[in-house]
C-alpha cells in the first residue's frame, strides 16, 4: 500500500516562501504537486520524474516554485517564493506509476495524498 504525506502548509503573507513537503512509502514514483483553491477545481503545479533530472511547471508557477527530491528519503518537495493570495489553495502531492511526464492529467495518478493547506495573506 503506497501511502503519501504532506506536510509544511501554513499561513504566510504575500511575498513570503514556504517549502512543503511529501513523503511517500514504498517504491519510487514520478511526483508532481497539484492544488485546489475554495470553489475551484484541482489544478496541476508542478511534475518531478524519478531521477529527479526532468521537471515540468504550469505556467502559473513558473519561475516561483520549484519541485525537487530526495529518493534516499523518499521525499517530494515543493519551494514555494514570491507567494501571492491567488496561491492560496490546499496542496496535494500524487504518484504516478506509468506515463510521459508531461501526462498531468489527474486520472493517469495512482495515488494522492491528503493535501496540506496554503493561505497567502494580501
Known amino acids: 500500500q503506497v501511502q503519501l504525506v504532506e506536510s509544511g502548509g501554513g499561513l504566510v503573507q504575500a511575498g513570503g516562501s514556504l517549502r512543503l513537503s511529501c513523503a511517500a512509502s514504498?517504491?519510487?514514483?514520478?511526483m508532481a504537486w497539484f492544488r485546489q483553491a475554495p470553489g475551484k477545481e484541482r489544478e496541476f503545479v508542478a511534475i518531478?520524474?524519478?531521477?529527479?533530472?526532468?521537471?515540468y511547471y504550469a505556467d502559473s508557477v513558473k519561475g516561483r516554485f520549484t519541485i525537487s527530491r530526495d529518493n534516499a528519503k523518499n521525499t517530494v518537495y515543493l519551494q514555494m517564493n514570491s507567494l501571492k493570495p491567488e496561491d492560496t489553495a490546499v496542496y496535494c502531492c500524487?504518484?504516478?506509476?506509468?506515463?510521459?511526464?508531461?501526462?498531468?492529467?489527474?486520472?493517469?495518478?495512482?495515488?494522492w495524498g491528503q493535501g496540506t493547506q496554503v493561505t497567502v495573506s494580501s
Open positions: 514504498g517504491r519510487t514514483f514520478t
Open positions: 518531478i520524474s524519478r531521477s529527479g533530472g526532468d521537471t
Open positions: 500524487a504518484a504516478k506509476v506509468f506515463g510521459d511526464l508531461r501526462l498531468t492529467r489527474q486520472d493517469a495518478f495512482n495515488y
